[in-house]
């Protein structure tokens, strides 16, 4: 399976590696429902997740990755270190405004930028403990055409976070810290706050 992956991966670069990352990015919000242990799981919501991720995400990383090669080329410790500032300054926060204004806007809610006001600085932040290792790794250890499929691989747990945090979180880790070591209580606390 990996063999035929990275041999489609040469000959359709785009086409593979966004559908990986689509489906890895989706598949993170399945995983966080399933860690939650929701009685049943929101396909609407891993739906919406999905269209986000195929139509913006997989995209943008596997062109943004190549711009960022063809504009400093190699790994030299210098070229790295460029690659990562701009990605963490320019793509990071544009991803994340993008997940959550797509996800709100395809749940129907009247205010689309609510959870992006709400959670977006602690998300940025939590991000930064995150991607510029995830990055680092990709930059040094990936060749381009594999780039957008090894950060797709990063992404399934980032996006395990992210549905977490737009869910029932606030965007720092210390919350889905809390919430991954308890799931069970914090349903039931939730469940008994909705009978009220």
């Given at each position: 399976m990996r063999k035929i992956f990275l041999k489609r991966a040469k000959y359709f670069p785009w086409i593979a590696n966004a559908s990986l990352?689509?489906?890895?990015?989706?598949?993170?919000?399945?995983?966080?429902?399933?860690?939650a242990h929701r009685d049943e799981i929101d396909w609407k919501h891993t739906r919406n997740v999905a269209i986000v991720a195929?139509?913006?995400?997989?995209?943008?990383?596997?062109?943004?990755?190549?711009?960022?090669?063809?504009?400093?080329?190699?790994?030299?410790?210098?070229?790295?270190?460029?690659?990562l500032l701009l990605d963490q300054t320019f793509?990071?926060?544009l991803a994340t405004s993008v997940f959550y204004t797509g996800v709100s806007f395809l749940e129907g809610k009247d205010d689309v930028f609510e959870d992006w006001r709400k959670k977006f600085f602690n998300t940025y932040k939590t991000g930064l403990m995150y991607w510029p290792f995830m990055q680092f790794l990709n930059f040094v250890l990936m060749p381009l055409y594999l780039r957008t499929a090894f950060m797709g691989c990063s992404a399934f747990a980032w996006a395990t976070f992210l549905c977490l945090s737009q869910q029932s979180g606030d965007g720092t880790a210390?919350?889905?810290?809390?919430?991954?070591?308890?799931?069970?209580?914090?349903?039931?606390?939730?469940?008994?706050s909705e009978e009220k």
């Open positions: 990352y689509g489906c890895l990015f989706a598949g993170g919000d399945f995983v966080h429902q399933c860690m195929f139509s913006f995400h997989g995209n943008f990383n596997y062109f943004w990755l190549r711009a960022l090669e063809r504009q400093f080329p190699g790994k030299s410790a210098s070229m790295i270190f460029r690659k793509a990071s926060p210390a919350m889905a810290l809390v919430v991954l070591m308890s799931p069970k209580k914090r349903l039931q606390a939730q469940e008994a």
